[in-house]
């Protein structure tokens, strides 16, 4: 292509000069030019590439009313006719990460290149690395600058209709493509020659990366049952009959906390499974198969624990990224610490 670069950026509703917290529910909005972060992105991008304009979005808007906004988004490409989309940087904050993705696969049904950028661990990386470009950062704004003169280059490029290297080579997370090239030397000597460094101490790096899982050492048992507050969480996809929450099946990007301080048990006419991992029926018959809320009322009479909280919480957790889930289970231990929850029943399907 020819003529300047045409830009669009999007940014959250902080980012975007609107609000805080108490403004993450603000819909989808254009301003011309280049806001907040957008100009340290433009000064970035150097001559010939230009903000043209600054879509923003409330966090909880875009996570919560995603078919909405995308409408919205892909209205505002379509009228703007950007030559790339650039989305953040996120770093570590996992709403906007989500969103940022959320916004680059609406370009790309647009036709138009996009690109974003977040930390490594943001639930927006894990959950959608595989289908666009996403640039790594730091946890916080301390690394902006960073992030967009990493940003930019990439940027740039994409506008102009060039292909990118391997992650390797340009700097972007690995999307699990694999591309067939000439490595100079076969596998085999490849290989030995690594299993070689490996046993004589030397440095060598691997051609299949391994991420390896987190490791999260056990609590300590809890002293006296009879005294504790005990919870109870479950990935079963518990919702209240007929799903007015709108749970969905599979792929979480929330959890639900429902109260259960005047329940004696979970019935099947209040109660079902809502969940694309397992036979649902079984569980519909008798909703306390997820969650024993009729036991631990037996258990709570009769003295062997303390008491039952008064909140349980429930999300499907198939097909929910790893990084999504760490996610949610931080934000449900938080909650369950504030409460003074001492132990808490965790039943998977």
């Known amino acids: 292509m ?9 940014v959250n509703q902080f980012f975007g000069g609107i609000g805080g917290e108490d403004q993450a529910h603000v819909g989808v909005a254009a301003k011309a030019g280049a806001v907040g972060p957008g100009r340290a992105l433009e000064k970035a991008l150097g001559d010939g590439a230009r903000v043209e304009a600054t879509l923003i979005g409330g966090d909880n808007f875009v996570n919560e009313r995603g078919e909405e906004a995308s409408r919205a988004i892909a209205a505002e490409l379509a009228r703007l006719e950007p030559d790339v989309l650039v989305a953040g940087p996120a770093f570590g904050s996992g709403r906007y990460g989500l969103a940022c993705a959320l916004v680059c696969k609406v370009a790309q049904a647009q036709r138009v290149p996009a690109i974003t950028a977040m930390h490594p661990e943001n639930p927006g990386a ?7 470009y996403i640039v790594p950062t730091g946890s916080s704004t301390t690394s902006m600058q960073a992030a967009l003169d990493a940003l930019a280059p990439l940027a740039r490029r994409l506008g102009r209709g060039e292909a990118l290297g391997s992650a390797e080579v340009e700097g972007y997370m690995p999307r699990g493509a694999r591309r067939v090239h000439d490595r100079g030397r076969p596998g ?5 020659d690594m299993l070689l460094d490996k046993l ?9 990366p391994y991420a390896a899982p987190e490791r999260v050492s056990p609590a300590p048992p809890i002293a006296d049952l009879s005294r504790a507050r005990i919870a109870m969480v479950t990935t079963g996809g518990l919702v ?7 749970q969905v099946s599979a ?5 639900h906390r429902h109260a259960v301080a005047e329940l004696e048990s979970l019935s099947p006419q209040e109660w079902e499974a809502y969940h694309a991992g397992y036979f649902n029926h079984i569980v519909n018959s008798n909703p306390n198969y997820i969650l024993p809320l009729s036991f631990l009322r037996d258990l709570e009479r009769q003295g062997k624990i303390g008491r039952v909280h008064e909140h349980i919480y429930a999300l499907p957790g198939v097909s929910t990224p790893v990084a999504v889930s760490v996610g949610h289970g931080r934000s449900i231990a938080a909650d369950l610490k504030a409460s003074g929850v001492d132990g808490a029943l965790l039943v998977a399907t």
């Open 126 to 132: 894990s959950a959608a690395r595989r289908g666009i």
């Open 188 to 192: 085999y000597q490849r290989a030995l």
């Open 200 to 208: 004589h101490g030397r440095p060598y790096r691997s051609e299949v």
């Open 2 to 10: 020819s003529g300047q670069l045409r830009v669009v950026h999007y």
């Open 251 to 255: 792929n979480a990007v929330r959890y």
């Open 240 to 246: 209240r009959k007929g799903n007015p929450d709108k």
